[in-house]
């Protein structure tokens, strides 16, 4: 009992430079919110243009687009009576900044310049960014004229600064921010901020939720308060897989959970808190109080609006619940499975084409794409229209309904064995059956005739042949006539990919599916085995399709006997 507070964030599946797509999911993120009796909105980093525009952000047309899609979010009648933070980048004083946009009514309260860019790993933010370094300092930020004329405002405040509203004060952090030793959050804690917003673009990597919820979680633990987290969903066109799992957390513990792998593209996730719990857990820590005393004062916007109602005494709030995490086999299964299906839709392909040794790493390979099958089917029968519609204009028929994974299989994926005079018995067995268990649109094919064709090229003009060697030819032949069969393996493939379609008249072409050879030496099959083994049971424990999954499984174990 005491003053209650709704807050939402998102999981959003944005495209880098897809403003009207982006646009549209923003507003019906809104709308839900708003549905849900929110009273603040935080979206992922960087939403309106998308998180993965590398260099295109050096364009000013990307500015430009972005302030488009802005006016017509602040100019949307569904929008009013709710805190939206918006993600987008802007140039203040000819330096670039990865900002959020915080705005109420048609006026923007704040934009608040990112502090610390991501930089390592997969990350290149200070290559198009400049971090803001001039900490609880704010600017004048001139408008635009098109925003100008929507909000009668010249200009705003640019800045690290806070929100104070009628009941509540509310800081911001931006993704790297809460990774960093000196997140902003501690500071703002101390000095009185009881709600933090993160919006992150945050990739998948295994075990990397645990992390972001230990972090979470630990910023509330030590100085009391309310996090909301939203990040971006989906591949973005890019080479990552951004994972969600969108979460609001209250005094170090979990309260609301957004799922991690997920083919919607929109997800919000809502809490009703009590601000009332806060400051009761920040009263017992005197060592907080007495930090609190000290500390350096943050600029405070002021905004004549409460995220709390008058009447609110009696209204129920979110309780604490435990993190419910995937093991590191799901994450496998599951991951790639939903960037393959956000690559695919997006790429306006017909499928995919994998050539199938009958291998680990191949093997594998299809069956992620089956997984993918799955959650497709799952999502379709959970009444998933976007995931419908994509499906029917990628197979071609209006009509369609994928109900079962190996027939959905069998219209997205080819698989192609093909054979040399060195290949077995046994692997073209394996293929065949993992094939024929995932319900693939399988082919056989000899490539011997192409690799005798080049080699005789090589022999009329060198004079010599190369021989492999257990026929007594040396280890650079060897290694040089196994080249020779991957790169005419690789050529017929990508010809196969681009035709395969058209011989049985349908439209479109398939997405290359490449596997490396790099794990199957017979000193790593028991390890691969076990790793395989519990790949495959997470796989069909998720999707709860014991009766798709269980030969799949012995299929997989026979492919990792290797001779």
Not at 159 to 170: M, N, S, W
Not at 362 to 372: L, P
Request: net charge neutral; proline share 4%; hydrophobic share 35%.
């Amino acid at each position: 009992m005491g003053r209650t507070v709704t807050v939402a964030t998102c999981a959003l599946n944005q495209w880098a430079l897809d403003f009207e797509g982006n646009l549209e999911r923003i507003l019906k993120s809104i709308e839900i919110a708003k549905e849900k009796g929110a009273r603040y909105r935080l979206g992922p980093e960087l939403e309106i243009c998308g998180y993965g525009c590398s260099d295109h952000y050096y364009e000013s047309d990307i500015l430009l687009h972005s302030f488009q899609v802005l006016a017509k979010l602040l100019e949307s009648p569904g929008i009013q009576d709710i805190i939206c933070d918006i993600g987008m980048p802007i140039m203040h004083r000819n330096v670039r900044y990865n900002c959020r946009v915080i705005f109420l009514n048609k006026k923007i309260l704040l934009i608040r310049p990112k502090i610390a860019l991501a930089n390592s790993g997969n990350y290149r933010e200070m290559r198009w960014f400049t971090p803001w370094n001039r900490l609880r300092h704010v600017e004048e930020y001139f408008l635009p004229r098109m925003i100008q004329e929507i909000t009668a405002q010249e200009s705003v405040p640019f800045g690290d600064a806070v929100l104070a509203t009628l009941d509540t004060c509310i800081g911001t952090e931006i993704c790297e921010e809460l990774w960093i030793p000196t997140s902003p959050h501690i500071e703002m804690g101390i000095d009185g901020v009881e709600i933090f917003t993160n919006s992150s673009a945050s990739h998948h990597v295994l075990r990397k939720a645990d992390t972001r919820v230990e972090l979470v979680n630990s910023a509330t633990a030590k100085n009391g308060g309310i996090y909301v987290l939203a990040n971006q969903k989906g591949c973005d066109g890019d080479r990552l897989y951004y994972d969600g799992c969108a979460m609001i957390s209250m005094n170090g513990a979990t309260v609301a959970q957004g799922r991690q792998f997920s083919l919607d593209d929109i997800e919000v996730l809502v809490a009703t808190l009590d601000l009332e719990d806060v400051r009761s857990y920040r009263a017992e820590i005197s060592s907080r109080n007495l930090a609190a005393s000290k500390v350096t004062p943050y600029p405070r916007i002021k905004v004549n609006f409460a995220l709390s109602n008058s009447d609110d005494i009696c209204t129920p709030t979110n309780e604490p619940i435990q993190w419910k995490y995937h093991s590191p086999e799901e994450e496998i299964s599951l991951g790639p499975a939903c960037w393959l299906w956000d690559y695919l839709r997006c790429s306006k392909q017909g499928g995919f084409f994998l050539p199938l040794s009958g291998g680990v790493d191949s093997s594998s390979a299809a069956c992620i794409v089956y997984s993918m099958c799955l959650q497709i089917c799952y999502a379709v029968k959970n009444g998933n229209q976007t995931v419908l519609d994509d499906v029917r204009r990628i197979v071609n028929d209006e009509m369609y309904i994928p109900k079962e994974a190996q027939e959905l299989c069998g219209r997205l994926l080819t698989t192609c064995y093909m054979a040399s005079e060195n290949s077995s018995q046994d692997t073209y067995d394996r293929a065949k059956s993992l094939a024929e268990e995932i319900g693939s649109y399988h082919i056989n094919i000899n490539i011997d005739g192409a690799v005798k064709a080049i080699l005789g090229i090589f022999s009329t003009v060198m004079r010599r042949s190369p021989q492999y060697q257990v026929h007594g030819g040396s280890t650079r032949e060897n290694l040089a006539l196994q080249n020779l069969q991957a790169r005419i393996r690789m050529v017929i493939g990508y010809l196969f990919a681009q035709l395969c379609l058209w011989t049985r008249g349908m439209p479109g072409g398939l997405l290359v599916l490449g596997t490396a050879n790099v794990d199957e030496r017979r000193s790593q099959q028991s390890q691969l085995k076990e790793r395989a083994t519990k790949i495959f049971s997470a796989c069909q424990l998720s999707h709860k399709r014991k009766e798709h999954f269980g030969p799949l499984l012995c299929n997989i174990k026979r492919c990792l006997s290797v001779p």
